[in-house]
């Protein structure tokens, strides 16, 4: 390609002419600086600024349910006020969580091996806690499943299943324990939706046909005006039925909890 060329100025240090070669007169020599783009030498380009909207994923309201009833804390101060039955309950919970991985197994085994977290716990309720723990040893350590199943630990020297051995058998040729049987709890809210749904169906079952007819308030007054007896729980001071006895201390309505006969002196109806 052939390029314009112009004379330039005599040189007078060398009293010659010289040439240079340039594209256009609008354009830059080779090897020099366009001085049209407003930037000084040494300067930098400014890249325009982007703007990057972060929005935030919509959480539908059965998925807050969810994240709400999967979510097991490690706080202690929260776990271990708890009642025995509220205690079982989280414990069923944070099995399931650590077997999912959701719960790292040394803050879980920090819970359920203090002294506070089995405080108020037998019958029942301590052995299905107990079967819950060597329903998932496979969680802990060695050395933690090792302190899990030793007379260290208060809760498997009380409840654990004993072997009998003959008077000539040796202790150390015992047989292992058998495997504990799966613990299915059932969680408050849903119990509580139970027996309202049960309650309701009691209620239209037993419901004389002659007042099928009436009004709802008139229906409101006929069930109230029957009562629920509560007594009063010596733990917290405060006045629960039957079923809330038996959520927390275990038992079933035809034989209670030795806590609600002991309360029987705290008894009264209550009217809604």
Known sequence: QAFPVRPQQLNS?????????????????????DDDDGLKKGE?????????SRRKR??????????KEEYVTMNWDEIFPKKPMDRLRW?????????????KPNNLFNVISHRRFIEGLKGSIATDCL???????????????KQLTSDNFELYRMYAPVSVLDSDDD?????????PPEVIVEM????????????RKHQEEEEPEGFSDDDLDTK??????NGVERRVDPADGEAYTMQDFIDVYGGTPDRPPVEWDNSRHSSFIFKE
């Open 13 to 33: 240090s060398r009293g010659s002419w010289h040439w240079s070669a340039t594209m256009s007169d609008d354009k830059p020599q080779w090897g020099q600086d």
């Open 44 to 52: 930098e380009a400014m890249l325009p600024g982007e703007v990057v």
């Open 58 to 67: 919509k959480v539908n309201k059965e998925e807050e349910v969810k994240e």
């Open 91 to 103: 414990l069923f919970k944070a099995c399931k969580a650590g077997k999912e991985g959701r719960v």
């Open 131 to 145: 079967n819950l723990i060597r329903g998932h040893l496979h969680l802990f350590s060695q050395k933690q499943q």
């Open 171 to 179: 202790e150390d040729a015992a047989p292992p324990l058998p495997p």
């Open 188 to 199: 408050k809210d849903n119990k509580k939706k139970k027996r309202e749904a049960e309650k």
């Open 220 to 225: 409101k007054a006929r069930v109230l005006a």
